[in-house]
């Protein structure tokens, strides 16, 4: 069994940035003629990392030996650009904000702020060199990628003939082209993630073209300058919403109101957190039993979907959600007082 070589990023630990924690990983990780560890970097505090020349590439991978970034779970954002640990790509840099090119690779919880970037790139790209890649990449929110105005302009982008790549809970906001480009692929799935005010040109919020048709579960695609959804989608794919009448699989919910689903849908402070009464809220199929990743089973900020023990049917989109305030109700007289219980609340 590999060893893990868990290690810490941020002010005063293992690594200051990224960027160093990757540079220090080995050549070769796997089991057949390196040194069989899985390398995770865990971010510990809500900085903004700019020093990015940052590829997730370069070292041998294998399905048991495999390079990991993550975030402290206290540290994870809350659905609102710049509440958690951000990857803030300049302008001058000629490539994508985040390029995972190890063959076994796991992203999960980062922002990416692309709105400096001045290149038509985008945000995240899933591209292994090998044969039977397989990358996981969950609670990743990338946002306000214009500035390229191209049609690679886009938000993430699965592309490589060897993928297989497993998406979850992730969010693509504000982008120029498609939010999510599945393509080129060997197997797509998707779960839980949103597309919302992407396509700003013609593009869909997902895209499909060339490959396996990916499988969208959970997915919601809103204000897309195109169509939300392609029609390549696999037909398996299941509880998905969008704002037009564009459809992937069965139990869809079409001409959604963004308006109605999110906190605030107002341009530049958007809160993509599920609004009481919204239509996404336990429409949603439960997936937690494939078995996927652990990481599946919670949203970016922690919360369990569907609710704790999970007994309760998932929410749509990347948000599960959970009052904001107790429910207070007036039970029988106890002893000739009238008794108030509390039901629901936080979770």
């Not at 990015?52 to 041998?60: I, K, Q, R």
């Not at 990416?112 to 397989?134: Q, R």
């Not at 490589?160 to 497993?166: G, L, R």
């Not at 009052?323 to 979770?347: A, D, H, I, S, Y």
């Amino acid at each position: 069994m590999a060893s893990l070589v868990e290690e810490s990023i941020g002010v005063a630990m293992d690594f200051t940035t990224p960027t160093l924690w990757e540079a220090a990983i080995p050549a070769d990780i796997t089991l057949a003629t390196g040194t069989d560890e899985i390398y995770r970097g865990i971010i510990h505090d809500t900085n903004v990392y700019t020093d990015l020349d940052f590829l997730m590439g370069g070292t041998a991978t294998a399905a048991g030996n495999y390079t990991e970034l993550t975030i402290n779970p206290g540290d994870s954002h809350s659905l609102v650009r710049g509440s958690g640990v951000v990857l803030k790509p300049t302008g001058s840099q000629a490539q994508d904000a985040i390029r995972l090119q190890n063959d076994f690779s796991r992203l999960f919880g980062l922002e990416i702020d692309c709105s400096a970037m001045t290149v038509n790139k985008s945000g995240l790209v899933s591209s292994g060199v090998g044969s039977g890649a397989t990358h996981y990449i969950g609670n990743i929110m990338v946002y306000d990628n214009t500035a390229g105005a191209g049609g690679s302009t886009r938000g993430i982008d699965i592309f490589d003939n060897e993928i297989t790549a497993y998406l979850f809970g992730c969010i693509a906001m504000n982008i120029h082209a498609c939010g999510f480009g599945l393509r080129r692929n060997t197997l797509i799935e998707v779960y839980n993630s949103l597309a919302y005010k992407t396509a700003l040109s013609t593009q869909q919020g997902f895209l499909h073209a060339i490959g396996t048709a990916p499988l969208l579960r959970n997915v919601v695609s809103l204000e897309s300058g195109g169509n939300d959804i392609d029609s390549g989608m696999s037909a398996s794919s299941t509880n998905n919403t969008a704002s037009d009448t564009t459809t992937a699989g069965s139990n869809s919910i079409i001409n959604a109101n963004h308006i109605e689903e999110f906190r605030n849908t107002g341009d530049g402070s958007e809160d993509v957190h599920l609004r009481p009464g919204a239509g996404s809220v336990d429409t949603g199929a439960s997936f937690g039993s494939l078995g996927i990743t652990p990481e599946i089973n919670f949203d970016p900020e922690g919360d369990e979907r569907g609710g704790p023990g999970g007994d309760d049917p998932w929410d749509r989109g990347p948000d599960e959600f959970v009052n904001e305030f107790p429910l207070v109700t007036l039970n029988n007289k106890v002893g000739g007082q009238n008794r108030l219980q509390l039901k629901g609340g936080l979770q």
